[in-house]
């Protein structure tokens, strides 16, 4: 079974930064794309950045220039940078996976518990 737990969320002032972090373990044998989406109360959830195993990145414009999306192969592990905090950002945060369990099957998408951040002076 494929776990994500993220960490790194809590209340930052506008202007502010955080870190999130997402590890995948338990039995994978490949991770395609991770992921970072954000739920803010009574909205739906929305894409905030992706990354793929190759490095190809896709940012939601609201966050272009401000939030950085990076990966550690080795570690299974996605982060985001969230720098230049806005009330607007204030959401929970959850990490996305698209894991490939066993070679030769399709992938499947696999979700983080959430973890919020509260942009907030």
């Known amino acids: 079974q494929v776990q994500l737990v993220e960490s790194g969320g809590g209340l930052v002032q506008p202007g502010g930064s955080l870190r999130l972090s997402c590890a995948a373990s338990?039995?994978?044998?490949?991770?395609?794309?991770m992921g970072w989406y954000r739920q803010a109360p009574g909205k739906q959830r929305d894409l905030v950045a992706a990354?793929?195993?190759?490095?190809?990145?896709n940012y939601a414009n609201s966050v272009k220039g401000r939030f950085t999306i990076s990966r550690d192969n080795a570690r299974n592990t996605v982060y985001l940078q969230m720098n230049s905090l806005k009330p607007e950002d204030t959401a929970v945060y959850y990490c996305?996976?698209?894991?490939?369990?066993?070679?030769?099957?399709?992938?499947?998408?696999?979700w983080g518990q959430g973890t919020q951040v509260t942009v907030s002076s």
């Open positions: 338990g039995s994978l044998f490949s991770i395609n794309a």
């Open positions: 996305s996976a698209l894991v490939q369990v066993v070679p030769g099957t399709f992938p499947d998408d696999y």
């Open positions: 990354i793929t195993s190759d490095g190809r990145i």
